[in-house]
């Protein structure tokens, strides 16, 4: 049957309709994200400003995560998600089967994903017939940490507020090669509590003002860098697999705060952090043994 044919494309829509409705039930099933990223919502968090015309030029399918205006009716993978869009999609679905193609879509990049402007029937449809890429016009977005198509929802949240702490303290200009990575939500906002206080501390001890590029530098050199180098020379973080540096220096800062509370005096950080390793080693312990016990029942 030839392939611009309506009946051809309809069934062509239907089959893409099913496919979306099992992506979306296995999404659930397993807890993974399977909705289109809003553009504006990682516009808000990343701040954008300003982008720069690129021109038209390759995109590839599976850079593709998000939309403008019209992430609610394609999931991730750009399958359709209401029957209502029956009628544009195979119209699109003939053209580019037939003379016509498919013309350049309209894309927003950041990072190395992007996000359609114009064009998301385009890209359905461009997807449903297995093409590695699509021609757009592109505009880009700088931003000071990249983000990349693997991302969940969760960890562009956090590249966002990594990119909005860089913007604050410009410590990536500062201290250049210093990764302060995370893997939850909301830990930026700790560290910049941290270098509040330490400003306020500093300038209570010395009662002159201390600007806030010099508060930042100095937190990194006699706070946050003595840790990570212990962290390092003790091999700590091998105890926390799946976690970064800086997880486990607010960790030991948390901890130690803990501690101090139940003791009532002061607690150097390397016993913080040698505590926290025990607590963690013998909570892993008792769960073994439950394991084993189950066994043996």
Do not use: C
Not at 96 to 117: N, S, T
């Amino acid at each position: 049957m030839d392939a611009t044919n309506p009946n051809r494309a309809m069934a062509d829509f239907r089959e893409a309709r099913r496919k979306a409705k099992m992506q979306d039930i296995m999404a659930r099933i397993k807890g993974q994200p399977a909705d289109l990223l809003s553009f504006d919502d990682v516009s808000q968090n990343f701040r954008l400003e300003g982008g720069s015309a690129l021109g038209v030029q390759d995109i590839p399918l599976d850079s593709i995560v998000g939309s403008v205006g019209r992430y609610h009716d394609f999931n991730r993978q750009f399958l359709p998600r209401r029957d209502g869009l029956a009628r544009r999609w195979t119209n699109v679905q003939r053209g580019a089967e037939g003379l016509v193609g498919l013309p350049p879509i309209e894309a927003y990049k950041i990072g190395d994903v992007y996000f359609v402007v114009d064009g998301n029937h385009r890209v359905s449809v461009a997807r449903q017939m297995e093409s590695p890429a699509i021609q757009g016009k592109v505009t880009e977005f700088k931003t000071r940490i990249p983000i990349s198509p693997e991302d969940s929802p969760d960890e562009i949240i956090i590249k966002s507020e990594y990119a909005t702490f860089l913007e604050k303290t410009n410590l990536d200009h500062w201290r250049p090669g210093t990764d302060f990575s995370v893997t939850a939500p909301g830990r930026m906002w700790v560290l910049n509590t941290q270098i509040e206080a330490f400003r306020f501390l500093k300038m209570q001890e010395s009662g002159q003002d201390i600007p806030y590029p010099d508060a930042v530098t100095r937190w990194h050199d006699e706070v946050y860098l003595p840790v990570i180098e212990a962290i390092r020379e003790n091999g700590i973080l091998r105890d926390f697999p799946g976690r970064t540096e800086t997880d486990l220096y607010l960790w030991i800062f948390q901890h130690r705060a803990e501690m101090e509370a139940q003791l009532g005096w002061d607690v150097n950080l390397e016993a913080a952090a040698l505590n926290l390793i025990a607590e963690q080693s013998d909570s892993a312990e008792r769960v073994v043994a439950r394991g084993s016990e189950k066994l043996l029942d």
